[in-house]
């Protein structure tokens, strides 16, 4: 099978994150994902692979690492269950620095509380990074911590945005 080659730019700032210390984590990368990583100092990166799967999972797992995950985090995305979603929130804040800083302070809350609570209720994990919000869970954790985000977002309170996680929590129990 041909080898294809994509590529796409991460935050310069994540550069390192996706090296990893002496090139730990891209090494660590291109074993389990039999692929080829070359990372530039701008942040383009051109990852290849033999295998269109691991392609596709190599693609998220880097934009995961650029949006802010740790290796480890992103990693989870090898198991079909699991997705990643990134919502920008640049769209939202119509090029005004104060609603974004609005935002972002709403979804992580005093001290990481609301980002906590939706991880904890919707067993995802969480990242706000830049003008983005990013979230990897199984598919349907995923959509329920989406909905609590853009309910943040759209001003609902956070005792509301709570409210509903503990239902579908309780609703989650009972289907299982």
Do not use: W
């Given at each position: 099978m041909k080898e294809i080659t994509e590529f796409l730019k991460i935050p310069n700032s994540r550069i390192g994150a996706l090296i990893g210390k002496n090139g730990e984590t891209k090494k660590r990368l291109?074993?389990?994902?039999?692929?080829r990583i070359t990372v530039s100092e701008s942040g383009e990166v051109d990852y290849s692979s033999r295998d269109p799967i691991y392609q596709m999972k190599l693609k998220s797992i880097i934009k995961a690492i650029g949006r802010g995950f740790t290796c480890?985090?992103?990693?989870?995305?090898?198991?079909?269950?699991?997705?990643?979603?990134?919502?920008?929130?640049k769209e939202y804040a119509l090029k005004s620095e104060k609603k974004l800083i609005?935002?972002?302070?709403?979804?992580?809350?005093?001290d990481g509380k609301s980002r906590k609570i939706i991880?904890?209720?919707t067993d995802t994990t969480v990242v706000?990074?830049?003008?983005?919000?990013?979230?990897i869970g199984k598919y349907d954790d995923v959509d329920i911590a989406s909905e609590a985000i853009f309910m943040l977002i759209e001003g609902a309170t956070h005792r509301k945005?709570?409210?509903?996680?503990?239902?579908?929590?309780?609703?989650?129990?009972?289907v299982l």
């Amino acid at each position: 099978m041909k080898e294809i080659t994509e590529f796409l730019k991460i935050p310069n700032s994540r550069i390192g994150a996706l090296i990893g210390k002496n090139g730990e984590t891209k090494k660590r990368l291109e074993k389990e994902l039999k692929c080829r990583i070359t990372v530039s100092e701008s942040g383009e990166v051109d990852y290849s692979s033999r295998d269109p799967i691991y392609q596709m999972k190599l693609k998220s797992i880097i934009k995961a690492i650029g949006r802010g995950f740790t290796c480890d985090e992103a990693l989870v995305l090898l198991d079909d269950e699991y997705v990643f979603r990134m919502v920008g929130l640049k769209e939202y804040a119509l090029k005004s620095e104060k609603k974004l800083i609005r935002f972002k302070s709403r979804l992580i809350g005093t001290d990481g509380k609301s980002r906590k609570i939706i991880e904890e209720l919707t067993d995802t994990t969480v990242v706000v990074f830049g003008k983005t919000v990013s979230v990897i869970g199984k598919y349907d954790d995923v959509d329920i911590a989406s909905e609590a985000i853009f309910m943040l977002i759209e001003g609902a309170t956070h005792r509301k945005v709570r409210i509903l996680l503990e239902r579908r929590a309780r609703e989650k129990k009972y289907v299982l």
